[in-house]
């Protein structure tokens, strides 16, 4: 049986920084392959791994020699190394009690683990990179040493992508604004260019009286543009700056993503998994920060807490035009639910830690990240659940 990992204890701070980077997690095999081939070079191994840790799931966004893509974050090595200062060995997985019992272990020849933390400038440790093998290649300090250099070049990565997807959120945001921008100066300006028109038409025959009053109207649609051009001219440090992005996605490849993210632990625990989306907005584009970290914790949640054989549904949904339009998220599963004391706690303060159907660890951190990434987007979390019944969990966003 696996033994429990020690608390981390920045752990929130920890997967609060993971989801900073707005990663998907499935582009980013091209991106490093050739830093895991380095890495089982370097070592001598068959298998080498970048491994990104949440807080309930491993993401294997880069993998040489195997093909598993994700685990449960409790059932894995990584776990470990990313509460290491440096490093992490293994000299032999079977026979260490925190990991014989695992599948990957007991059903495979692996045996030999090393892994080095993969941390943010901050010291936090989001991932690992590490090598795994059937038997022992006694790494000296050198080739430890290379591969500790090889997770520094990772994390550059990483922070490059990371400014990157700022710099397309900036020029996104930048097309954004001049759109709203032409709409609202279109109305003031058409209205002085109408009121100008009504006025030379009607010329000598005009009264004074009527003349006044169509000056005064140009002078309120007048004070409505330079309004306007004044807001556009303040001191970028007094305008409140919006959270990076890495673009733009739409329901559809939502839908697809979340597919393919949880195929495994949804054929793992027999579950009837859908996610439907508005056919009449399935197309349009959206902002995609944050989505993927708020549904990936709620799915993840619902997959741990519905008993096999259950279902899971999710449905995305988009709505209303312009600066009106929302985004809604909702996540229903059929597990064993919570009372009201539990629902509170997870509105009041995001957390809510308990154990799964099968055993998984719930760290409660999960809910608490997408209560907070909510809360910075403005929007709304709503759970409706019942002892025995399931839960609902709904988020509504501002869809800019």
């Not at 990565?157 to 032409?182: P, S, Y």
């Not at 993840?300 to 949904?317: C, D, H, M, Q, R």
Request: charge should be negative; include cysteine.
């Amino acid at each position: 049986m696996n033994l429990d990992a020690p608390a981390m204890p920045r752990e929130f701070e920890r997967i609060n920084a993971l989801a900073a980077y707005n990663l998907d997690y499935e582009t980013l095999q091209e991106k490093f392959s050739d830093l895991t081939t380095l890495a089982s070079q370097i070592a001598g191994t068959s298998i080498s791994l970048i491994n990104l840790l949440d807080a309930d799931n491993q993401w294997s966004v880069a993998r040489q020699g195997t093909d598993l893509p994700h685990m449960d974050k409790d059932q894995s090595v990584c776990q470990y190394t990313i509460k290491a200062e440096q490093e992490f060995e293994v000299a032999n997985l079977k026979l260490d009690d925190r990991f014989k019992e695992q599948t990957y272990i007991k059903n495979t020849a692996l045996s030999y683990y090393y892994g080095v933390p993969l941390k943010t400038k901050e010291g936090l440790a989001i991932g690992a990179l590490c090598v795994l093998d059937d038997e022992n290649p006694a790494l000296g300090r050198k080739q430890k040493s290379m591969l500790q250099l090889l997770a520094g070049e990772v994390m550059s990565r990483l922070d490059d992508l990371k400014r990157n997807a700022a710099l397309e959120n900036t020029i996104h945001l930048m097309q954004v604004e001049r759109r709203m921008l032409a709409h609202d100066i279109r109305g003031p300006l058409g209205g002085i260019k109408g009121l100008a028109e009504v006025a030379a038409e009607e010329g000598p025959d005009a009264s004074k009286k009527d003349l006044l009053h169509y000056l005064e109207l140009i002078k309120d649609s007048s004070h409505s543009v330079l309004e306007l051009a004044d807001e556009i001219l303040l001191d970028e440090r007094q305008k409140k700056t919006l959270p990076p992005a890495e673009g733009q996605t739409n329901l559809l490849q939502l839908k697809k993503k979340l597919e393919q993210l949880f195929a495994p632990r949804i054929k793992d625990k027999n579950l009837d998994f859908e996610v439907f989306v508005s056919e009449a907005t399935a197309w349009q584009p959206i902002t995609k920060h944050g989505l993927q970290q708020i549904l990936g914790n709620l799915v993840s949640n619902a997959i741990k807490f519905t008993p096999k054989g259950g279902f899971i549904t999710v449905e995305l949904y988009l709505s209303g035009e312009d600066r009106n339009r929302q985004l809604k998220l909702e996540v229903k599963d059929s597990g064993r639910g919570m009372n009201k004391k539990v629902v509170n706690a997870i509105l009041e303060n995001g957390t809510a830690s308990t154990k799964g159907t099968s055993g998984e660890t719930g760290y409660g951190l999960g809910l608490q990240l997408v209560r907070q990434i909510v809360a910075d987007k403005k929007g709304t979390l709503n759970v409706i659940s019942t002892l025995g019944n399931g839960s609902a969990f709904t988020v509504v966003l501002p869809a800019l």
